[in-house]
Nanobody, 115 residues
Framework: QVQLVESGGGLVQAGGSLRLSCAASGSIFSISAMGWYRQAPGKQRELVAGIINGLSTNYADSVKGRFTISRDNVKNTVYLQMNTLKPEDTAVYYC?????????WGQGTQVTVSS
């Protein structure tokens, strides 16, 4: 089992930047993939970005070219650098980690982008 703690959310104006962090503890050596989902009010949770085995990355089309996911294996932390933020990026962002086919979730962090 792994525990995930997110940080870095907040309020930012459109065009601004934020960096989300997700620190993992517990069975970290068994993590095969980590990443971020988001959920806006009244909408389904959607994948934002993921990183597999610390190398391969994937992004939602809506964030390609603006968001970058990275993983620091020494700090056991995954980051989401979000640039050129838009009001439609407003959501609660959730970190996840996959271990042997089971997914753990963080508690979520609010990102609000004002126009």
């Amino acid at each position: 089992q792994v525990q995930l703690v997110e940080s870095g959310g907040g309020l930012v104006q459109a065009g601004g930047s934020l960096r989300l962090s997700c620190a993992a503890s517990g069975s970290i050596f068994s993590i095969s993939a980590m990443g971020w989902y988001r959920q806006a009010p009244g909408k389904q949770r959607e994948l934002v970005a993921g990183i597999i085995n610390g190398l391969s990355t994937n992004y939602a089309d809506s964030v390609k070219g603006r968001f970058t996911i990275s993983r620091d294996n020494v700090k056991n932390t995954v980051y989401l650098q979000m640039n050129t933020l838009k009001p439609e990026d407003t959501a609660v962002y959730y970190c996840y980690a996959d271990i042997y086919g089971r997914r753990s979730w963080g508690q979520g962090t609010q990102v609000t982008v004002s126009s």
